[in-house]
């Protein structure tokens, strides 16, 4: 297992989230479409990605990135183009033999066209709907084995956000791509045969509440992801360290744990790569070792892996919402906890007492922060707590 | 000189020289290699960005990974690097970036159409997209991955818009045809907010500053380079904490190192300056931009730190920067954070701050500093003071000398080695005077010697019979002793019959006094009085001329002209008083008025104070007031004329005058 850091593992370099895969597996033979709900960096994009590797409960996984498209037609164009491109779709004799005879769906589809070695995508320079297109391939679309598709969809929020900084004062078109992605999720046609996998490294409620287009999402089931237990943790580490021939002990690792708090596998990965840049390969790991690797953490050196926790906050809120959360998380930084008396008080300052519950989500689902314990909030992640510290912290 | 052409563009050495001096990096290298041997890239594998102050050797490491992927045999037959260099001046959208890939592909590996496959796509909506596409299309087809080497990513991310970040990102991220190895200095921060979720999933790599042990590796490896071996060796051997004085004065950074040595070793001294000259050139749009970022309270605290080179707290920032200390503090904290100073930690609560990259210093000196200050060239003198031995220096001293007087030297140079030299602390006496002697006046400044030196030099000179020379050390004294004038006198006894070298030397005297006054320094003493015994003299010789003749009209203004001589050197001694210690220049002055008086010539001598007056601390004093003792002996000489009642010591100076004056 190599440690690769911040890129999404795949292969031999994902830790197996066995619990993480049952869960969503389950929920997709339910019939669900799903929501992948969790802060940055919990490994979400790494999860999608196994799927896709390794065929979970024999699905046909398309995965498509769809970050940086701003508008709906280009995204159905996106994802038509990845579903046409899989493999299981384009080696398909039954969908082909269905082109064929002209199957009433997908004799309607504009942009595609039968090749001497399948289907092949021509929709390029043209002007289709590709909305049509793919409502049309999916309700046609048979496989091999009745498979079934899941289309897996990373930063389906970020497009909405895209969207919408496209129209700025006018929700409209943000409204009807939401719509349109509802009416394919639930196209009995396409339902019974294709699932949703919605993901992404902004929160979905929030994005749409910004619109007041919640309901427009309300048939996706959330699916949580968790930090690593520390079982599945300490064999982590194990397994990383492992890789340069190097051991570490029990107490030693559950020690290491104990100090990066919040498990995801980021954070240990990054803890790893500095105990190994300092380490001589004979020494042993110690406590010692273990200290300074964990301050060495959040050195200038890796400040590419933080940044986006305060350059994020600064998009997300502006004007006095962004002072408020700010200030909210310098004071948490410093104190460690604050409670939700302050937090109202600190509203008031800003005149947000009507508005800090929601912020205050915002930054629990993404990762900032926690109120694990009722009525006291807390950074998540003691490594980002010091950073903030250190960096942020006026 | 070969060497340093290239210290700025690794890129034109050639593979083959790349290869053959790169020594340090070797554990960067190894890492990344490493994980390309490592990895068959079916799915998207690890990214890396380098990140190091500039000259710290991205440019060169990222050249060394393609050559060493060129030269893999696990890697060559399917994995291709393309090395994009830091000046994209072509690419200004993300379909330039593929274009410029497609083109190499073409014109390099076999890829025949790819180019005119995307450009026919141009002219329709998401033609990046198309670009990508049929790359990888393409590269599937060949069963190649791309290993693409970005220097100064920064500046081509600047040119994309925020979707093609994105779209770039998300290419990064879920392809598997690509892998990305960037390079970025320093400044991370200076790349915009939205393009830094680029960056995240990144393997960061930092060139930090070399150790003791890398500045060795580099310094031997540029000694082969340059077949001076031996004397690196040596050094390493006999006296190693001048490697780490190098490490220390060059901040650990290769570049830096490089150019030192290059100009240590560099016997030629035009060819040292110009290519430094090439480098700062290279260097100064960047540092330019740098600068004109700042807010002006931080350009002026980048100022002051810049010009004094060395460490500096912040008490002796204040003085220079006339800005309240905790203003200071928190500019240098928030130069600190944006990596432009560095913060020393010392023994006592006063931290300490230099400009991080030193040959940013470096660079802003050469551009910034005065061009007759020495502060200008302080970094180079620092280097050679720790870094050459005395000999060593002499040695240097000695080309340099040679190259000024076979004229091999351009203005330019003269003028910067000039001041290195003269900057230098401690140089030998031998340096010192070689340069005195070499470095043309506007060039050169006067370099300090002590009075014990100078005298030593008066004395050799004048053994030497080197006359010229030895009135030049008299000169630089602060003050001539009666026998430093007797030594003026033996000089005029031995050169008498041609006068020119006294009258000459009393010209030059008198210009470089000039230059002086214009500059408002005050001359120096010791330069005032043997200007005036030159003078004296060079007028006593004329005076003797023409009593012989009896041109007793000369004789007058002969004397005059001394007297006003002596009466304006008396304004810069400030009083009065102290003109009665021209000993010997009064004895002159008064041998021609005994001369004349001896030829009854006494009415013309009462003439001499017709020059009413001098101008002395902005007072108009009379002549008569000034030598008020000659004034008074001369009037006791006329026919009824008598001494009148004076103070005892007037008295007796009066006395003595009227004695000499008619040969008693």
């Known amino acids: 297992m190599k440690n690769v850091i911040g890129t999404p593992a795949r292969g031999d370099s994902f830790f197996p989230r066995t619990k993480e895969i049952r869960k969503i597996i389950d929920r997709l033979v339910d019939g669900n479409n799903l929501n992948i709900a969790a802060p940055r960096r919990v490994g979400k994009t790494s999860i999608l990605l196994n799927l896709l590797d390794k065929k979970e409960n024999d699905f046909v996984y398309v995965y498509v990135d769809t970050e940086d498209v701003c508008d709906e037609s280009d995204y159905f164009k996106r994802i038509l183009k990845e579903v046409l491109r899989t493999e299981e779709v384009v080696t398909s004799r039954r969908l082909k033999h269905l082109f064929e005879s002209g199957q009433r769906f997908l004799s309607r589809i504009k942009g595609i066209k039968i090749m001497g070695q399948g289907i092949e995508f021509t929709g390029e320079g043209g002007v289709i709907d590709f909305k049509e297109d793919l409502t049309n391939l999916l309700s046609g679309i048979e496989l091999e084995d009745d498979k079934e598709i899941i289309i897996l969809v990373d930063e389906f929020p970020q497009t909405i956000q895209n969207i919408i900084d496209a129209n700025p004062d006018n929700p409209q078109p943000a409204r009807k791509f939401l719509q349109a992605n509802r009416e394919i999720r639930l196209n009995p046609e396409i339902n019974k045969k294709v699932k949703f996998i919605l993901t992404g490294s902004i929160g979905l409620n929030h994005t749409v509440a910004q619109i007041d287009s919640t309901a427009f999402i309300n048939d996706l089931n959330s699916v949580e992801i968790s930090p690593l237990t520390t079982v599945e943790a300490q064999n982590f580490l194990q397994d990383l360290l492992a890789t340069k021939n190097m051991l570490i002990d029990t107490e030693v690792a559950q020690y290491l744990l104990k100090k990066i708090g919040w498990l995801i596998p980021f954070h240990i990965q990054l803890a790893v790569q500095e105990i190994l840049s300092m380490d001589s390969p004979d020494a042993d790991i110690d406590k010692g070792l273990i200290d300074r690797a964990f301050v060495a953490i959040v050195e200038r050196r890796n400040e590419n892996h933080f940044n986006h926790y305060f350059s994020r906050l600064k998009r997300q809120f502006k004007g006095d919402e962004f002072s408020f959360a700010d200030e909210l998380l310098d004071i948490m930084a410093r104190q460690g906890v604050m409670t939700k008396d302050e937090i109202i008080n600190l509203s008031v300052k800003y005149d947000l007492m009507q508005k800090w519950k929601n912020i205050t989500d915002i930054l629990i689902y993404d990762g900032y922060i926690n109120n694990n314990s009722e009525g006291i909030y807390q950074f998540n992640s003691p490594v980002v707590r010091m950073w903030w510290q250190r960096f942020i912290c006026k | 000189m070969a060497a340093t052409n290239f210290l700025y563009n690794p890129e034109r050495k050639g593979k083959k020289g790349l290869i053959q001096e790169f020594v340090i990096r070797q554990d960067i290298l190894d890492t990344i290699m490493e994980d390309l041997n490592t990895s068959f ?31 893999a045999p696990e890697l060559k037959d399917w994995l291709i690097p393309v090395v994009f260099s830091e000046e994209q ?23 025949a159409g790819l180019y005119e496959k995307m450009e026919r796509n141009v002219s329709f909506p998401g033609y990046d997209e198309r670009c990508w596409e049929i790359l990888e299309s393409e590269l599937d087809k060949k069963g190649k991955k791309l290993v693409l080497l970005i220097d100064n990513i920064g500046d081509l991310l600047r040119k994309l818009s925020e979707i093609e970040v994105k779209r770039l990102r998300r290419i990064l991220q879920t392809k598997s045809q690509v892998r990305l190895i960037a390079a970025s200095p320093l400044y991370l921060e200076s790349i915009l907010d939205y393009k830094q979720p680029l960056f995240e999933f990144f393997k960061v790599l930092r060139l930090e500053s070399l150790d003791s042990k890398s500045t060795r590796e580099l310094l031997l490896k540029l000694a082969d380079v340059h077949r001076e071996s031996d004397k690196i060796e040596r050094i390493i051997k006999e006296s190693p904490e001048r490697i780490e004085t190098l490490r220390i004065l060059t901040g650990g950074v290769p570049r830096t190192i490089a150019l030192m040595f290059n100009i240590f070793i560099e016997h030629e001294h035009e060819n040292s300056l110009k290519d430094l000259e090439r480098i700062l050139d290279a260097v100064t749009p960047l540092y330019k931009h740098r600068m004109d970022d700042l807010p002006p309270q931080q350009q002026k605290i980048v100022d002051a730190v810049a010009k004094y080179w060395d460490p500096i707290n912040v008490r002796t920032l204040k003085d220079r920067v006339r800005l309240e200390g905790k203003v200071i503090s928190a500019q240098l904290g928030q130069l600190e954070k944006n990596q432009v100073i560095q913060k020393l930690g010392t023994d006592t609560k006063n931290n300490e701050y230099i400009l991080r990259e030193r040959f940013f210093n470096i660079w802003y000196l050469m551009r910034y500093g005065r061009k007759d200050d020495k502060q200008r060239v302080i970094w180079l003198v620092r280097f050679l003071e720790s870094w050459c031995t005395e000999a060593e220096i002499e040695s240097r001293i000695a080309q340099f000398v040679n190259g000024i007087k076979s004229q091999k030297l351009d203005d ?5 080695f000039g001041e290195v030299y003269s900057s230098i602390r401690k140089l030998s006496l031998t340096s010192k005077v070689l340069l005195e002697e070499s470095v043309p006046q506007q060039y050169g400044k006067p370099l300090p010697f002590s009075e014990e030196e100078i005298k030593n030099l008066i004395n050799e000179t004048f053994k030497a019979k080197e006359y010229k020379k030895a009135l030049k050390w008299l000169s630089r004294l602060q003050e001539l002793t009666e026998t430093d004038k007797s ?13 020119k070298i006294i009258l000459d030397f009393s010209l030059e005297l008198a210009h470089t006094m000039r230059q002086d006054i214009e500059r408002r320094v005050f001359p120096r003493r010791g330069m005032i009085q043997l200007y005036t015994l030159l003078v004296a003299i060079h007028l006593y010789e004329r005076i003797l001329l023409e009593l012989e003749f009896g041109r007793y009209e000369n004789v007058l203004a002969s004397i005059k002209e001394q007297m006003r001589l002596i009466g304006d050197m008396a304004e810069y001694l400030v009083s009065a008083a102290y003109f009665w210690n021209y000993n010997f220049e009064i004895r002159l002055l008064l041998s021609g008025i005994s001369g004349l008086y001896k030829k009854g010539q006494i009415y013309l001598i009462n003439k001499l104070f017709d020059e009413k007056t001098v101008v002395m601390e902005n007072k108009s004093i009379a002549l008569s007031e000034i030598f008020n003792p000659i004034y008074l002996a001369i009037n006791s000489l006329e026919p009824g004329g008598k001494m009148i009642n004076l103070a005892p010591e007037k008295e007796e100076s009066v006395h003595k005058i009227r004695d000499f004056i008619i040969g008693k």
Do not use: C
């Open chain 2, 89 to 111: 001046y072509n690419i200004g959208e993300l379909a330039n970036l593929w274009e410029n890939v497609g083109q190499l592909l073409e014109d390099y590996h076999g890829f």
């Open chain 2, 412 to 416: 330019q140079s003269l003028v910067f």
């Open chain 2, 487 to 499: 030594l003026v006198f033996d000089i005029f006894d031995r050169t008498g019959k041609d006068g």
């Open chain 2, 41 to 71: 890239m079916k799915t998207p594998e690890q990214h890396y960005l380098l990140v190091g102050q500039r000259g710290t050797g991205k440019t060169t490491l990222l050249l060394r990974i393609a050559y060493a992927i060129e030269d």
